[in-house]
């Protein structure tokens, strides 16, 4: 059993993903605390019809980025989490953070990493005129969705007449692709070589 804990700012359709992984017996594991650094993040409104803890954090109360994630860093280590998954949390975690939980950070990306990295994924490739697109979960390191790819979905985007339809079609993929990576982290190992990840499950035992 994986001890997750979820960093989300907006609705969480994510963390929402997560959540049904967990009720329908694909990940063994626990939500042990979600994070948000809006007030008004609906993420909270699903943490809460599910009875999972929950915290704000607001950037506002902290001198800079670094005594923000030092309470990050405090809250994930007080409810003991083994796994921490960004779902839709617009912010780069500093350096302590990171080094505290090394390979054990990972993050939902809505395009095709290395291409279209930010906060507007899917309007950036809707806007470039590719024609296939999708998402991508990773590890996270300092930079800007730029850490080693776990997992990639890849879907046609070409029949999407606006960014927003975009979004859309690519989420459900993010869902599915999203509670993929966190059973097999509940189930095995992700093994980081360099910049490649190759996945191990658990060996069934001889007896
Ligand atoms: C998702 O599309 C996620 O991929 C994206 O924000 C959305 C959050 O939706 N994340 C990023 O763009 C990170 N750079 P959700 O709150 O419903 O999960």
């Known amino acids: 059993m994986i001890r997750i804990g979820v960093l989300a700012s907006g609705r969480g359709s ?3 993903s997560i ?12 939500i042990a605390i979600l994070v948000t650094d809006k007030a008004d993040a609906g993420a909270i409104e699903r ?9 704000v954090v607001l950037r506002k109360n902290f001198e800079s980025r670094e005594h923000m994630d ?3 860093r405090r809250i994930l280590g007080e409810k003991q989490v083994d796994l921490v998954v960004l779902a839709g949390y617009m912010r780069i975690i500093s350096p302590e953070l990171l080094e505290h939980y090394t390979n054990k950070i990972i993050n939902i990306h809505p395009a095709l990493l290395p291409s279209f990295p930010g906060t507007s994924g899917t309007k950036d490739a809707f806007e ?22 776990i997992e990639q979905t890849c879907i046609r985007i070409d029949d999407c007449k606006t ?3 975009v979004a859309a079609k690519i989420l459900p993929f ?3 692709t999203m ?16 910049r490649r990840v190759r996945y191990e499950g658990k060996k069934a035992s001889a007896d």
């Not at 943490?47 to 915290?55: D, R, S, Y």
Request: with cysteine.
């Open 19 to 30: 959540i049904d992984g967990i009720k329908e017996g694909d990940i063994e594991g626990e």
């Open 179 to 194: 509670r993929k990576v966190v059973a097999n982290f509940s189930k095995g190992e992700y093994i980081v070589e360099g």
């Open 70 to 72: 030092r309470e990050i």
């Open 128 to 149: 470039y005129g590719v024609k296939v697109s999708g998402c991508t979960v990773h590890f996270v390191d300092g930079g800007m969705d730029t850490g080693p790819v």
């Open 14 to 16: 994510n963390f929402q």
């Open 174 to 176: 993010e869902h599915a």
């Open 47 to 55: 943490a809460e019809k599910n009875g999972i803890p929950n915290k």
């Open 163 to 165: 960014p927003e339809e």
